[in-house]
């Protein structure tokens, strides 16, 4: 857990530096104004930064800190958004199953290219979803298949072709519905969808006929459990965690997730530096779970937002201490923010005093040799 904390901060600082960077070439006296990612576990808002640790699982976690709760940019955030999001998608399963309905994992794609700019995709792939889902012949599928409502999550790759927008969708059908007639149906609609928003060239035989064995694909009883073909194998990703994790995956061989992009432009890669901007930029106001009207009502879940759930603590939890202003900049300078944590769990505040003696220490001789360099 600790090494996992670790990289997600290390994560984040890199997403700091490319906001920061990115605000300062637009003019802004303070480049972290450019993205709220820039700010969030760096920023204060209180006094001082408080040290807390969980009585029931002794996790340790910061709080006065400004928390951004974006799951598209933040991967410190995105880590505690999804986890709940996860429980939330298994709690629909579960009501699924009690209401003697199916749970239908359906996932649409569509053909991208290298040249694609990511912001043009997206609102052409909203588009699509739109008509997918539009006028009588919508209502008549409903019917159909006995169709309660989904949960849609959108995913987003880049690899060589370029930057791949597809969804994850749990349908809620009746429990002895089809899925290999769903996905006909699905198919058809999803064509004629894609080809409407500009997406699929209907005078291309060869793009139609890839699109058709490609674009669609249609799992029936859907559990927590199932492992599905598209799962990255080392997580064993069951359909909840396919969909509500989806933008935590560090990549797969069809493509590497924003967050692949950020380890690699934290390593130095500009070019993976300015993929990740801009795909930053593209996501400002896009959900990446969307439940259709009514459901969370349905399964008995309230409404929070990803901010609100990046920010809470469910778990009762001990104030270990309170950072003050200059040792907080001490360990942000130190890039030392996980070692707090982790040196909170290992040893309580003693630990974390004995850390921060140690980088204000480091900091000291580093700034005499600086004045006094040897010869």
Known sequence: MQATRAERYALLSAARRIFSAAGKRSGLQYGHDFHRTAKCKFIRYGKDVGVHKSKAHG???????????????????????????????????????????????VTLTF??????????????QATALQRLRAGKPWERFKARHGYHGMIRSLEITHGANGWHPHTHELWFVRRDADPVAMLVDILKRWESACIRAGLLDAQNQAQLEAFRAHAVDVKGNCSASDYLAKQDDSKHWGADREIAKAST???????????GLLAKAAD??????????????????????????GLKDAVGLFDLTDEAIAEESRDAADLLGQITLDDWQTVRDAGARAQVLDAAERGGWPAVEALIDRLTLAEISRLEALLYPSG
Request: include cysteine; charge should be positive.
């Open 59 to 105: 996790s340790a976690f910061f709080s006065n800190l400004v928390t951004c709760g974006n799951v598209w940019t933040c991967p410190v955030c995105a880590a505690k958004v999804q986890e709940r999001r996860r429980e939330e998608i298994a709690q629909a399963i579960d009501w699924a199953y009690a209401s003697d309905l199916q749970p239908v994992m």
């Open 111 to 124: 053909p991208h290219h290298a040249w694609n700019k990511v912001g043009r995709l997206l609102d052409q």
């Open 249 to 259: 995956k560090a990549g797969r061989a069809k493509g590497s997730h924003p967050f």
């Open 268 to 293: 130095g890669d500009t070019r993976s530096a300015r993929l990740y901007l801009a795909y930053s930029i593209a996501m400002k106001g896009r959900r990446q779970l969307y439940w259709s009207r």
